[in-house]
C-alpha cells in the first residue's frame, strides 16, 4: 500500500557496513511490524514497536540488529557490520492498533550485501 | 505456535479460467484470522482476503474467494477469471487475534498465468 513509506527501496553495503533502513507509517497507524523475506522464502517476522516502545522482538537476531520508533520520525531498522547472509527484503508494515489485520505493507527494501 | 503449509509447485493457469491455491494451517489458538497476499515481480506485498475464524461464510472479494474449511485447517484461495495480471507469488498467512499478535506466512505459491 503507497501509504507506507520505505526508503531506500535498494540498498547496496559491503560487508562490515552499516544498513538504515527507514519506514513511515500510514499517518495515523502508530504500530509498526518488520519483517523479512529471504529469496525464495515468506516473510518472517523480526519486531513490534509501537511509539517509542519496543513490544515483541522475538524474530529479531539479538547481534547487530536493533530496530526504533521514536516519538517523532520513521521507524528505523539498522543493521550494524552486515554480512552476506543479511541480503534480503525487509518489509515494513504499519496498523492503528493491534489487530494486524489492519496492517499494510510498505514496498520494502532490497538489501544486498556485496 | 502457528504453521502455513504451501506445498504446491509452480501452478498454470489459462487465462479467464478459475485456479484454486492450497493452504493449510495449523494452530491452537480459537481465534484467528487467515490472510492471503499477492506479491508481483514489483516485489510489493498486496494484501486480497480475510477469513476470521469465526465467520460463518467465506470471504469473497471481487474475483478472489476464500474456500475455508476449519475442520480441514484449510484456507485454499480460488481465483476466478484468471487475468495475466494475476501472474505472481501469493501468500497465505494466519494471524492469532489478541495482544503482540503478528502475521505468520508461508512459503508462497508462483502462479503463472498463460494467454
Redesign the interface.
Known amino acids: 500500500n503507497a501509504g507506507v513509506m520505505q526508503n531506500p527501496r535498494h540498498l547496496v553495503r559491503r560487508r562490515g557496513q552499516e544498513a538504515r533502513l527507514r519506514c513511515s507509517p500510514m499517518k495515523g497507524h502508530s504500530h509498526v511490524y518488520w519483517y523479512r523475506q529471504l529469496p525464495e522464502e515468506g516473510l518472517k517476522f523480526m519486531v513490534y514497536l509501537q511509539k517509542e516502545n519496543i513490544i515483541d522482538e522475538s524474530g529479531m537476531p539479538k547481534e547487530r540488529f536493533s530496530a526504533e520508533f521514536p516519538k517523532e520520525g520513521p521507524s528505523i531498522l539498522r543493521i550494524q557490520q552486515v554480512v552476506r547472509g543479511d541480503s534480503a527484503a525487509y518489509f515494513c508494515a504499519s496498523s492503528p492498533g493491534q489487530a494486524l489485520g489492519e496492517a499494510f505493507f510498505g514496498q520494502g527494501t532490497r538489501l544486498t550485501v556485496v | 505456535a502457528q504453521k ?1 503449509t ?1 506445498t504446491q509447485p509452480g501452478m498454470f493457469v489459462q487465462e479467464k479460467e478459475a485456479v484454486t491455491l492450497d493452504c493449510t494451517y495449523d494452530t491452537s489458538d480459537p481465534s484467528y ?1 487467515l ?1 492471503w ?1 499477492k506479491q508481483p515481480s ?6 486480497l482476503i ?1 477469513q476470521g475464524s469465526y465467520d460463518q461464510q467465506n470471504a469473497t472479494e471481487g474475483r478472489y474467494s476464500l474456500n475455508f474449511q476449519k475442520a480441514r485447517k484449510s484456507a485454499n484461495l480460488v481465483i476466478s477469471a484468471s487475468q495475466l495480471g494475476d501472474s505472481a507469488m501469493y ?1 497465505c ?1 494466519i ?1 492469532r ?12 505459491i508462483t502462479l503463472s498465468v498463460r494467454p
Open positions: 502455513i504451501q484470522g490472510f497476499y514489483s516485489g510489493e506485498m498486496i494484501f480475510y501468500f498467512a494471524l487475534t489478541g495482544a503482540n499478535s503478528k502475521l505468520t506466512f508461508g512459503k508462497g
